[in-house]
């Protein structure tokens, strides 16, 4: 099925929109393959197949190759925007984008439209910082707070580890509370690229064809050769530098607006859970 994205004649499309159309293990790569073969028209096809997506598996596999083009999770919020979007689906979608590091602006606010609560994208300033800080302090719950990091939504927990317990790809952050002022925790969840730890810089390219590529920067093969490897799945990318658009760096693999769909009080539970030790 994958093989007839790559095929321009008519017959091959027919084939594909009448396997998209049919209940089946066909119909996910059908829609999938139909969206590779003509993105414009195929982000239809997998804002329907996300409505109706049964497991969280699928809802991978369906935004797989979105996340990969340029412009297309802009695409998509349009369509969400047209054809409605329901909160359980927004949380899934909201936990992949958090799960990718992604900080699509558009998508972010439809999903935040959905889901009835949204913070907006906050500025940076001292002030703020120490207001967050006294709410932490005075209302926060570290209790609950550990409840947030390990939640399916915040995602925290797939990328940090606490006590021998999480992910990986982000600094441990057993220790983070003796370890850092309060205010560069704060400004660490908040605003991730003001100060980045030594290590976890990303890389993102964008190729001429239109993917988008973000992941930590091995090596380079040979002079012609990028090589990244993806944090998420561990998977390396090669990029031949001739396939190369731009190629952007200094960039934090942890979201800009992780915290956009929190609630105030999970945003304070959550700062008192990192800040125990202060």
């Given at each position: 099925?994958?093989?007839l994205?790559?095929?321009?004649?008519?017959?091959?499309l027919s084939t594909?929109?009448w396997?998209?159309?049919?209940d089946?293990?066909?119909?996910?790569s059908?829609t999938?393959?139909l969206y590779r073969?003509?993105?414009e028209?195929?982000?239809?096809?997998?804002?329907q197949?996300l409505a109706v997506a049964?497991?969280?598996e699928?809802?991978?596999a369906l935004l797989?190759?979105?996340?990969?083009?340029?412009g297309?999770?802009?695409a998509?919020?349009?369509?969400?925007?047209?054809?409605?979007?329901?909160?359980?689906?927004?949380?899934r979608?909201?936990?992949e984008?958090?799960?990718?590091?992604?900080?699509?602006?558009?998508?972010q606010?439809?999903?935040?439209k959905?889901?009835g609560?949204?913070r907006?994208?906050?500025?940076?300033?001292?002030?703020?910082?120490q207001?967050?800080?006294?709410?932490?302090?005075?209302?926060?719950?570290?209790t609950r707070?550990?409840n947030?990091?390990?939640?399916e939504?915040?995602?925290?927990?797939?990328?940090h580890?606490i006590?021998?317990?999480?992910?990986?790809?982000g600094?441990?952050?057993t220790?983070?509370?003796?370890?850092?002022?309060?205010?560069?925790?704060?400004?660490?969840l908040?605003?991730p690229?003001?100060?980045i730890?030594?290590?976890?810089?990303?890389t993102?390219?964008?190729t001429?064809?239109?993917?988008i590529e973000?992941?930590?920067?091995?090596?380079?093969a040979?002079?012609?050769?990028?090589?990244?490897?993806?944090?998420?799945?561990?998977?390396?990318?090669?990029?031949a530098?001739d396939?190369?658009?731009?190629?952007?760096?200094?960039?934090?693999?942890?979201?800009?607006g992780?915290?956009?769909?929190?609630?105030?009080?999970e945003?304070?539970?959550?700062?008192a859970?990192?800040?125990?030790?202060?």
């Open positions: 099925i994958d093989a994205a790559h095929f321009d004649d008519a017959e091959s594909l929109k396997l998209s159309s049919r089946g293990e066909s119909k996910l059908a999938i393959s073969r003509d993105p028209d195929g982000i239809y096809g997998i804002a197949s049964e497991t969280q699928e809802v991978t797989d190759p979105v996340f990969e083009r340029s297309a999770t802009v998509l919020a349009n369509v969400f925007k047209e054809s409605g979007l329901g909160p359980d689906l927004a949380k979608v909201t936990r984008l958090h799960e990718r590091g992604r900080s699509d602006e558009v998508l606010q439809t999903l935040a959905s889901l609560a949204d907006g994208r906050l500025e940076y300033s001292s002030a703020l910082v207001q967050l800080l006294n709410g932490a302090r005075s209302q926060g719950d570290a707070g550990a947030v990091f390990r939640s939504f915040s995602q925290c927990h797939r990328c580890r006590a021998e317990q999480g992910g990986t790809i600094p441990d952050l220790n983070v509370g003796k370890g850092l002022s309060a205010e560069i925790i704060v400004e660490s908040l605003w690229n003001r100060q730890k030594e290590g976890y810089v990303a993102a390219v964008s001429v064809d239109g993917r973000t992941g930590y920067l091995v090596k380079r040979n002079e012609k050769t990028l090589v990244l490897k993806d944090a998420r799945t561990g998977r390396l990318i090669y990029l530098r396939e190369i658009d731009q190629q952007q760096q200094a960039l934090s693999l942890m979201p800009e992780l915290t956009r769909l929190m609630t105030t009080r945003l304070h539970d959550l700062l859970y990192l800040l125990q030790g202060h």
